[in-house]
């Protein structure tokens, strides 16, 4: 699906919702897409994209950067803290922090390089067990702890189980969110983005919806 048609349905979601389109940021997911689709995308005008993994955002994201201006990055995957130095330097956004330890090395490299991309707090809505993320109940304890390190804490994130009703974690992130009265919201995807702007998403990540399907070889 072209962007042109991903933007059309975010601006129909938003006009349900009585929301300004311009409040809801398009992250381009580009994982594991071939470089000719991204380059599509930033030819078109395109500038906000995500990526999961640092080592593939280091491999192309240096090189778009000095090719197309304005781009911001935004990391979206589970980051370890023997990657926290590289992915401060690559993003400008990291979606996934959620744990104490990884607070505490970002804080430190942030003192040290006297900047920090914007943070978002990945909460574990499910409860999964194999998924990443702070689990609802630790949350407000953890926000607590991570603005007493004086980190750009910008909001929530969450990944809903695959087979339950996306709704039902977006409005529990929202609500975690609201309680700390934190505004920025990074939920929804490809299948449910308009379904998070209807629950008041800032930030929708989505991949396939623009680049088509992704092939893992
Ligand atoms: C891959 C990924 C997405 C995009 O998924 P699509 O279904 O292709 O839109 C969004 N968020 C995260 C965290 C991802 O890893």
């Known amino acids: 699906m072209p962007l042109a048609d ?3 349905k975010i601006d129909a979601a938003c006009d349900t919702a009585g929301r300004q389109p311009q409040d809801v940021e398009l992250i381009a997911v580009s994982k594991v897409q071939p470089n000719d689709r991204v380059v599509a995308i930033l030819d078109e005008g395109h500038r906000i994209c995500g990526e999961n993994k640092v080592q593939e955002a280091a491999g192309k994201w240096p090189d778009f950067r000095t090719r197309y201006k304005g781009i ?3 990391l979206i995957g589970p980051l370890q803290t023997n990657k926290a130095r590289q992915a401060m330097e690559l993003a400008d956004a990291i979606h996934t922090l959620d744990r104490p330890k990884l607070a505490k090395t970002l804080a430190r490299l942030a003192q040290e390089q006297g900047r920090c991309p914007d943070l978002f707090v990945q909460v574990n809505t499910g409860e999964e067990p194999q998924k990443s993320g702070i ?3 630790e949350a407000d304890a953890f926000i607590a702890e991570v603005r007493a390190l004086d980190l750009p804490l910008q909001g929530l994130m969450c990944i809903p189980p695959v087979d339950e009703e996306p709704s039902l974690h977006f409005a529990l992130l929202a609500k975690v969110a609201e309680r700390n009265g ?5 939920m929804g995807m490809s299948g449910d983005f308009e379904r998070a702007i209807a629950l008041g998403a800032t930030h929708i990540r989505v991949g396939s919806a623009i680049f088509g399907e992704r092939v893992y070889s």
């Open 135 to 137: 689990l609802p109940m």
């Open 182 to 186: 934190l505004t920025g919201l990074s």
């Open 72 to 74: 911001k990055l935004h």
């Open 6 to 8: 991903v933007q059309a």
